[in-house]
């Protein structure tokens, strides 16, 4: 589908949200605005844009039945008030008969239709080696997606779903991959001590094996609940350069074109993709 449509250009947003489920959302309208105004077609929001509380299950509090809620209404009137496509990173989507929710990243066409979800599937339950007694047990508070690639169709090309601490399991890209995925999205929460270490280096190199662009908004600086984000937002090409980052530790926008035919020709000129070989066991 993508090589055959004009090219497209996508943004990433960076933000620093707070336990303010209605400051969040005019932030990221705002934001959404300013990728709407650079010419972006599609957007992506980070891991939990509309909050980000001072204990994790705070986010309960928040929660909304699938399809309809102050966070997806909100979000389905910015997609048709800026003729925007929008990758809503996380949101809290209620699980029936749980104290738990799905960080699901909603997708929303230029219309205001939702038409795709996936369900964060690897959860951080992590003890930050040198990070000084910092730790996370996000299954505490959410309930892991289904084993299933989400590969959407886009204006900028198609699309595989993931989020944040899917980015170091590869095997889940491979899969996006197979499914038809272009552009990779990864909007993140990445801590500053692993971001520092792992966050360019595993979006480059997901971008390399898989020839595919990677788009990864983060959130960034200081939230209510003391936790550091490291921000630098950014987009790969998938040759591996990075195209355009946000170097500042403050919310805003980058964005790139996809060059579907440069992309085209990598995949035949250094077809990488098609001699895998996969063993049954070692």
Known sequence: MSETVPA???????????DDVAANLDAAAQLLREAA?????????????????RRDRD???????????????????????????????????RVDGEERVYA??????????????????????????????????????IAPGRLHPVVVDTPAGRVGLSVCYDLRFPELY???????????????AFTVKTGEAHWALLLRARAVENLCYVVAPGQCGTHPSGRGTYGHSLIVEPWGRVVSMREAGTPGVVTATRDAGRQAELRRDFPALAHRRLPTRF
């Not at 039945?65 to 997806?72: E, M």
């Not at 491979?174 to 993140?188: D, S, W």
């Open 174 to 188: 491979r899969a996006l991959v197979e499914a038809g995925a272009e552009i990779l999205v990864v909007p993140a």
């Open 59 to 93: 986010k309960l509090a928040h929660a909304e039945a699938d399809g309809h809620g102050p966070i997806q209404d909100r979000l389905a009137a910015l997609a048709r008030e800026l003729d925007l496509w929008i990758i809503a990173g996380t949101l809290p989507i």
């Open 104 to 141: 699901a990243c909603c997708v929303y066409d230029s219309d205001g239709a939702r038409v795709a979800r996936y369900d964060k599937i690897h959860l951080y339950d992590i003890d930050v080696p040198g990070g000084g007694g910092e730790r996370y047990r996000e299954s505490a508070s």
């Open 8 to 18: 497209a250009r996508f943004a990433a947003i960076q933000m620093n949200s707070g």
């Open 37 to 53: 105004h650079a010419g972006a077609r599609v957007a992506v929001l980070p891991e939990n844009f509309a909050f980000m509380g």
